[in-house]
């Protein structure tokens, strides 16, 4: 099966950056994603990884390290809008493609 | 506009009571899934398709049952609820590309069962 850790909760002050790190085990990895959820609405995609390396979008930027099975999401320049719940979710070419997802990490953002 | 639709947004019935939970796009995808997602903790998937009369159970094991009559409409159905079964489910799809899968997420349904 698959499994993600993320940190549950992250505060920080506008402006900030922010790192939330996602290690994940599983079998035949395809790639990593990241969602954002504000207070259980519907998620929305940011990122995706299948290669190793940083993909900037934005403030946001999302790392992958195939080899050490480790990803993380970068928020730079933090805005209050950004408090919400960040998902990292991976799939598997070995679970017909279906998206797994982690616990989720909260981000506060305070003035 | 392409969007992906719930209905209803909340709902509150009776242990025993037969429900239908919604859920339409438009964005003419093959694949669409059902979640079950507890305040505050992950996303569990609970159904998925792949297609016009395909359905399958996904990771958590649920009591709820699916259909795929049309690409565009995948409802969930409860025959009894049970207070258990107070959840929120979120709906999405997902187009049918060997890479990447980004999935559409509805707003979902908030289901309280007494």
């Known amino acids: 099966g698959q499994s993600l850790e993320q940190p549950s909760e992250v505060t920080a002050v506008e402006g900030a950056i922010v790192q939330i790190n996602c290690t994940y085990q599983t079998s035949g990895f395809y790639g990593l994603s990241w969602y954002q959820q504000h207070d259980g609405g519907a998620p929305t995609f940011l990122s995706y990884n299948a290669l190793d390396g940083l993909e900037e979008t934005g403030r946001f930027s999302s790392f992958l390290s195939r080899s050490d099975s480790y990803g993380y999401l970068l928020l730079q320049e933090l805005q209050m809008k950004d408090s919400a719940s960040y998902f990292c979710?991976?799939?598997?070419?070995?679970?017909?493609?279906?998206?797994?997802f982690g616990a989720g990490t909260t981000v506060t953002v305070r003035a | 506009e392409a969007d992906i639709y719930q209905t209803p947004r909340y709902l509150v019935i009776g242990t025993g009571k037969k429900i239908t939970l919604e859920c339409s796009q438009t964005?003419?995808?093959?694949?669409m899934y059902w979640y079950q997602q507890d305040p505050g903790m992950e996303l569990h998937l609970i159904h998925y398709s792949y297609g016009v009369n395909s359905t399958e159970k996904g990771d958590l094991s649920s009591e709820s049952t699916v259909s795929r009559i049309r690409t565009e409409h995948f409802p969930l159905t409860l025959e009894s609820a049970r207070p258990s079964h107070t959840s929120q489910y979120l709906c999405a799809s997902s187009e049918s590309s060997g890479g990447y899968n980004e999935q559409f997420f509805g707003p979902g349904t908030r289901l309280t069962v007494l």
């Open positions: 979710a991976v799939r598997s070419t070995t679970n017909d493609y279906k998206l797994s």
């Open positions: 964005m003419g995808h093959d694949k």
